[in-house]
């Protein structure tokens, strides 16, 4: 599935891997001058005014949906929102046939949050040329505008990615933000990327390369520029035969003792919801080198930027 | 209930039924002016800013409810969706509280979707005089906005009404898209309209009149210009003791040889979600016969049209 | 927790005890400015352009919701409905970051419905400067929107407050309405204000102070000017071990000859959904003195009076 089209624009935002680096820093770029600080009006536009954005979400995420829902309407396209089960009609055509009914009531992106994988790429190779689609989250494997608003927050920051020590802590194994992470990281040249997790969340071994490991958050902590915290599911802890919340706090929660070891000046990133008291301490959430919430924030400029450049032909039109 | 002003206008639509040929004609005319090839901008206008929709949807119905949304939404009209189960409460006083709640919140059209017969009737028997109800779908018994868009997606590819085949197959008993295809066929002059059904699924003997009866899909299909294909419920199946749906399949599945005995140059039309392989055959949905898609399409330029017809005192006010 | 900025203006409305008069009286002026007659048009601008509302409703309420999102709408800000349970949640961070999302993502003002004592107040203690929280109705204690819509009803059919006799009847102990009307008509001076309810839903002794206390109806309604009747929830009638609804209605329902006890130029109103049969008689509630959709209509005009006025600063920048 290719996500560039021939003029080498964006047509669909599906994952992070393989985007050419300079298409990357210039969805940066313009996210950047989306950014607004709390308080300012958000920039708003008539850009989209025409297009129709739809929101197919089949797993609730609030946070997610409204701020795709909100970077659209700034944007002056209408939108929709849909509650469809796509990945248990993935077999059959009938999850295709709802695609190509949006399609055709002249739907212009779909952003599809799936817990199945492959349902984005699935969608996006049967649509017609003029359809964009943008995952919100597709199973453990891709949540590409999480990793993009991840390295906004990351660029605000820090002034150069090629000399970072980055550290990403938690259930690895599982987590699409992680996976985005890696993919957005590794594009923009991030020499020391860490993964710290309990040996039972650790991705497999052809997974994360280039990724140092780390069982002990100590050592993964070390020095490090960025602290990207990861939620951690309870019913995984039984699952996969975790000490329970309060063991798993006392070895893999990020205290102000941990953070201690990371730099001076590092900052501490989750990408919500939180479980203080579990993988975070509310000091450390609440705290002077937490970017928590300028996260959510950016997550609405990387929406913007993403909606403006995959639909730039449709307002150009 | 009169579904006209005093002034021969469009005030409610609730069934095609003894619509003047003039208005239905009229409405098509300016239906087929806001379609839009796929990939082209939906035409958007303001002409209707300041005006109120509300969508009321007892039945969950993604494609009807996103299509009248768009379509009130790309003439600049505010949308509201609710959930409220108004057939329940026919018989109190207390469904027509929450239609005074709505027209006392200046809402100018009721989109109303409920599987009980006489809901939209009831309510449009009413609401204050410069209030409309759209049905998006009552019972059995009338789903006029589908028959409009039947009768457009005709339109597009057969030159005259007058010297048409159409064939509608499958579970007409329950169907209100056959009823209201029924309705519109007749008032636009379709000489030759068919039904085919298992006799378990044929209407009662006062329903239907003008229309040839068939048992048979074969006979059913025979030079035919248009073959309109119902979904069939699976739960019916068992209620009225059908064969299964393999069996069905084999007796009234729309196969490629089966349509081979409708004309060289028939369509195919399926209100949608399609049973592939139970009611018809993935070959021919997805085939050159099949106009489904432009069905959708058709539907929201069917509902922009009703909408301003029904709404056009209000934007020349 | 303050409700007024340090320049007097609005900022918050989570409950109109000790709000200044003179604010109340100029939100009822600009209120009064906004209604229309049913059949006209509503006001509409675009004052609110680029302003973000969400409706945070925690139990169902279409009704409000609906009247809040119009509202809004019809300012020309954009708004955002989230489901989300805030109230199990006060007690940890986590109902904080949801409010932390909200407002990183820009959100101007929050609608908050909640069965929880003081979410309102939590929230409003909490968002940074810029963010206003306006309650949708808080458990027993307070919604204040409703009061305000009440007074202004009252206001367009009685020439003055300074000399009305007001009685509300019903569950006054649970209901926030009761609570509402009470400091608001306390504030705009109404002399004579009595509560009305059998003694199970009298409220405790230190609450509805200057308020005249009527376990009979007959008393109650003797000479007043204004009949507010409340909701009474089925299931709190065992509960608090009621008659049952036919007794109910026989002791407290307002009928015909119970309302010709008030004065001849009486109102009756309702905050709905009303339980025809078991508070207020059909023959009342449609009748000449009812002015129970009127309320409705002007709940509009209110909140589109209240976010104009916490929203100000906004527009003006």
């Known amino acids: 599935m290719r996500q560039l089209r021939a003029d080498g624009s964006l047509r669909h935002l599906i994952t992070l891997e393989d985007l050419p680096r300079p298409l990357i820093e210039r969805l940066l770029e313009r996210s950047q001058s989306l950014v607004r600080p709390l308080g300012e009006r958000p920039p708003v536009s008539r850009a989209l005014a025409g297009c129709t954005v739809a929101n197919l979400f089949t797993e609730p995420s609030t946070r997610t949906r409204v ?67 943008l995952s919100a989250g597709e199973a453990h494997v891709a949540h590409p505008t999480q990793g993009l608003l991840d390295a906004l927050t990351v660029r605000q920051h820090k002034s150069r990615f090629e000399n970072l020590s980055i550290a990403i802590v938690g259930d690895i194994r599982h987590s699409r933000v992680a996976r985005s992470a890696w993919h957005v990281f590794q594009a923009l040249g991030v020499p020391d990327l860490r993964i710290v997790a309990p040996p039972a969340l650790m991705p497999g071994p052809d997974e994360f390369r280039g990724c140092a490991r780390h069982t ?102």
């Open 67 to 133: 701020s795709f829902e909100l970077a659209a309407k700034r944007l002056g396209a209408d939108v929709v929102n849909l509650e469809v089960q796509l990945s248990s009609r993935v077999k059959g055509e009938s999850m295709l046939d709802t695609v190509y009914t949006l399609q055709s009531l002249h739907v212009d992106a779909l952003v599809i949050r799936d817990a199945e994988t492959g349902v984005p790429a699935t969608v996006a190779a049967h649509v017609a040329p003029h359809v964009s689609i």
């Open 216 to 317: 002990s958050l100590e050592t993964g902590l070390a020095e490090v520029d960025v602290v990207m915290m990861l939620r951690i599911q309870k019913e995984r802890m039984t699952e996969v035969d975790l000490p329970d919340a309060h063991r798993y706090y006392a070895s893999y929660g990020l205290t102000p003792e941990r953070l201690a070891l990371a730099r001076p000046d590092a900052i501490v990133m989750h990408p919500q919801p939180m479980n203080r008291g579990i993988e975070i301490a509310s000091d450390v959430a609440d705290g002077p080198h937490s970017v928590i919430r300028d996260q959510v924030r950016n997550g609405v400029a990387v929406r913007m930027a993403v909606l403006s450049e995959v639909l730039a032909w449709r307002s150009a039109a």
